[in-house]
């Protein structure tokens, strides 16, 4: 079974940042369903990894639904660039 993406703590307020580029749009998986989602910033997380602090949308159907907020860690399995998956994974 494909697993969720994984929520951490924020980072602290002065901890180094990295604006997106105009390249947020991912698709994130969480309580087992791809949802569509913006990463608002990327940050280093101890020892060799990456967080991103990601806004979504919890129901597609209804997207003017205010999003919900996130910190995750960066995992390719879990967090896909909508540029090169336009549409989200088909479930297994």
Do not use: N
């Not at 990601?54 to 639904?65: F, G, K, L, N, R």
């Amino acid at each position: 079974m494909p697993r969720d993406a994984q929520p951490i703590p924020a980072p602290p307020p002065r901890w180094p940042k990295q604006d997106t580029r105009g390249r947020g749009a991912v698709w994130i998986r969480i309580s087992g369903r791809w949802l569509p989602g913006h990463v608002q910033r990327w940050y280093r997380v101890p020892p060799d990894g990456w967080g991103c602090w990601v806004s979504y949308h919890a129901d597609p159907e209804h997207p003017t639904i205010a999003p919900e907020w996130g910190h995750f860690r960066y995992d390719p399995a879990t967090i896909l660039d909508r540029a090169a998956w336009p549409q989200p994974p088909a479930e297994s």
